[in-house]
């Protein structure tokens, strides 16, 4: 229905602004419709990080269309929260200070929202309030372990 | 609704009965390259429901049955069982008022798919149903697989309309 | 043929005036999100002869000019210079008799795109034909871009024969 | 032409076969014909990792398909070396081990090939002779900067 159709874009827009400032501490961000008729009209994103004027989504660097991709998911979870919310490597092409941003704010919305991250990253680790290690002993048999997050970041530093 | 557990048998690289405890809203799922950790979400996807084998990097949908190493022989049937805390509410349909929902899916070679919730056998659409309005569901936005992060910015025009409307 | 040192003018982000200096056998290139990494190694692509905008992550091969910022405006034309230490040969045609061969490629707003080697102006094609048969190209396998080595195990089998059919 | 072509695809065969062999610490690999007829039949790619029996390549892992495509990558640079390699963020997937295997393969075939590498990752910039460092001081401009190997190691070190 078009009503519908037209809150649901309206709210998403208005997080996805706002939630794509708090991610990049600045610059401006919302869908765009390409036709009228919302009913069949395609949607594209606008988005602009602080200070920047690129034309397109396109020409924006891996790490931040990662960060803009999470922006909108985020928006769309606020919209209509499912309890939980799976991701995997995620945070892959993001930089360390991107990285922390991601996390503070799955911190935030972890209140409300249980999250199950898989991750290589050890700044995304530091985050989990438990971690399960997968290991594959024998080959091609996965098995899984319970891991102490203070002793696996422990391990990580010694390793570094 | 939270994830207590998810058990999984003969679900990929998981042959053997397997157990994991979801404890706490931030749970990590950490290891080297390969050792099964996007299994463990395929095996949430597919509990849920998933119909498309190649959303689960497979040809059919019995490639999601464990298919044997150097030194396993492979095994017929593939089973994942996801519990949930319902004490608060969130689940919609006759199981609504159940502290605790266990959905379970099993596959076997012959590419049978049965369905259950708390050990009732039920059809796919009532699993569908259970999560009705919760944006829980193999294709909800609530999981987000590998590599898919990037495409979710870049999709065309008409892919990211259907995208927000599976979210109205 | 080794790389000796990148200019670049005007092309994406780096608008002002930038020469990279390449020494040494392995060269790292880091820096945070956003801040030009991809854009040096799509310059490189780019002075060789790349002719698709999309695979320039544009709309039109102007998009590769310097667009303008919040506190800066728009330059009219974007200039890549790269240069090649060629005193141990690898280069064919009329320059192959040179130590050094400076590749150059300049683009104007109005789509103008001119190419040069050692000064002299030349065609696309005389670009390409320099390195015939050694592999490098913007399309040769020499340059992997951001997020392509995973098409590259998943391409369809016509595309793998093309790929493979380009290192013949 | 039919007899070069399957020069190349013979070369390439044994190559990525040993170089999948290397990467892996084990398992077999190879390139497969879908047709009759070389001049226009398919290629598909076969590979094993060290006691695996996975059917096709679609169910390997992020980290196992990056370290197959690379495996493929350097068996055609070997039959036809580039004077030098570009690579954006190849080692993106990969865990800590693979990373490394992945540095011994480039330290090996940097001794004829100029390998230049856009990554994020310490240990891949513990294998550079050259680290340059490329900032945003101004938003949306660009600016290099020559980063001391040693230096930058150790400051990573700090803030983990
Ligand atoms: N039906 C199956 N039977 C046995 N093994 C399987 C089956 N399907 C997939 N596998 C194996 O599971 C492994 C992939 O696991 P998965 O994708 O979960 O790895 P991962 O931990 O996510 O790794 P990465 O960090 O590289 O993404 C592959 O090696 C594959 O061979
Ligand atoms: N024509 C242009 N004019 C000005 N800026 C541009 C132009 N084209 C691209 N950019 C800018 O360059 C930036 C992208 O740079 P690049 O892709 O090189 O980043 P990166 O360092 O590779 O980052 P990541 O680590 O996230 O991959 C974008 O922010 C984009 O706005
Ligand atoms: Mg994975
Ligand atoms: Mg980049």
């Known amino acids: 229905t078009r009503e519908r ?10 997080n996805f602004s706002e939630l794509f400032a708090t991610l990049f501490d600045g610059g401006q961000a919302r869908l765009e419709l390409l036709g009228e008729e919302i009913l069949d ?22 790490g931040e269309k990662a960060m803009t991709a999470l922006a909108l998911v985020f928006a769309i979870f606020r919209l209509n929260p499912a309890p939980f919310c799976l991701m995997d490597e995620v945070d892959a092409p993001l930089d360390d ?39 594959m002993q ?17 391990m990580v530093e010694e390793i570094a | 609704l ?49 119909s498309s084998a190649r959303e689960l990097r ?5 490639d999601v049955i464990f298919n044997g190493t150097a030194t396993r022989k492979p095994v017929s049937r ?33 590419g049978q798919s049965s369905y259950y919730i708390n050990s009732v056998q039920v059809r796919r659409r009532d699993v569908l149903d259970l999560f009705l309005g919760t944006g829980v569901g193999s294709r909800a936005y609530g999981i987000i697989g590998q590599n898919t992060i990037s495409r979710i910015v870049e999709a065309k025009p008409e892919e990211l309309r259907i995208f927000l409307e599976e979210a109205a």
Chains 1, 4 share one sequence.
Not at chain 1, 47 to 58: F, L, M, V
Not at chain 1, 97 to 121: D, W
């Open chain 1, 5 to 14: 159709l037209q809150h649901t874009y309206d709210a998403v827009n208005r």
């Open chain 1, 41 to 62: 009209s395609g949607v594209q994103v606008f988005a602009q990080p602080p200070g920047k004027r690129n034309s397109t989504i396109h020409l924006l660097s891996g």
């Open chain 1, 97 to 135: 200070s991107n990285t922390e941003r991601f996390c503070a704010m799955v911190r935030k919305m972890s209140q409300h929202i249980q999250f199950v991250f898989v991750t290589h990253n050890k700044i995304a680790m530091e985050m989990a309030q438990q971690l399960i290690g997968v290991t």
């Open chain 1, 138 to 154: 024998e080959s091609g048999v996965s098995r899984i372990v319970e891991v102490d997050v203070e002793e696996a970041l422990r």
């Open chain 2, 2 to 50: 939270r994830l207590i557990h998810l058990k999984l048998a003969g679900f990929k690289s998981f042959v053997d009965p397997t157990t994991l405890h979801l404890r706490g809203q931030r749970v990590g799922i950490v290891g080297p390259n390969g050792c099964g950790k996007s299994n463990i979400i395929e095996a949430v996807r597919w509990v849920l429901g998933e």
């Open chain 2, 58 to 62: 497979g040809d059919s949908m019995q």
């Open chain 2, 78 to 110: 593939a089973s994942v069982e996801l519990h949930f805390d319902n004490s608060l509410g969130g689940a919609s349909g006759q199981w609504a008022h159940y502290a605790e929902i266990a959905v379970k899916r099993v596959i076997e070679r012959n």
